[in-house]
Nanobody, 120 residues
Framework: QVQLVESGGGLVQPGGSLRLSCAASGGIRSIYAMGWYRQAPGKQRDLVARIISGGTTDYADSVKGRFTISRDNAKNTVYLQMNSMKPEDTAVYYC??????????????WGQGTQVTVSS
C-alpha cells in the first residue's frame, strides 16, 4: 500500500528557514510528479510547488525566489526548502504524488500533512 510520510514541519520565526521532506513507499512502479500543497485555516488547499519526472519545476507566485523543491529519485523522496519565511506561509503542508503502483494503477496520493507555523 502506497504511503507518503512527511517530516520537517514546526515553528519558525519570520525570515527563518525550514526544510520539509516526503518519502513515498509501498509498491511503487513509477512516479510522474511530486509536489507540496498547503492549506491555511478557512482556506482551500493550494499548490506550493511541484516537480515532474524530467525535473521541471513549478511554483506558486507567492513562494517564487524563496522556496525550492527538489527530488531524490532513488529514494522516492521530495524536499521543500523554505527560506525567508513569512507569517502568511503558516499552514498545513501536504505532500502529493502522481504515481503508478506496482499493480499498474495510476493515481494521486496524499500525505497526512505537517504543520508549519511562522511567528515571532
Amino acid at each position: 500500500q502506497v504511503q507518503l510520510v512527511e517530516s520537517g514541519g514546526g515553528l519558525v520565526q519570520p525570515g527563518g528557514s525550514l526544510r520539509l521532506s516526503c518519502a513515498a513507499s509501498g509498491g511503487i512502479r513509477s512516479i510522474y510528479a511530486m509536489g507540496w500543497y498547503r492549506q491555511a485555516p478557512g482556506k482551500q488547499r493550494d499548490l506550493v510547488a511541484r516537480i515532474i519526472s524530467g525535473g521541471t519545476t513549478d511554483y506558486a507566485d507567492s513562494v517564487k525566489g524563496r522556496f525550492t523543491i527538489s527530488r531524490d529519485n532513488a529514494k522516492n523522496t521530495v524536499y521543500l526548502q523554505m527560506n525567508s519565511m513569512k507569517p502568511e506561509d503558516t499552514a498545513v503542508y501536504y505532500c502529493n504524488a502522481d504515481l503508478r503502483t506496482g499493480w499498474g494503477l495510476r493515481d494521486i496520493f496524499w500525505g497526512q500533512g505537517t504543520q508549519v507555523t511562522v511567528s515571532s
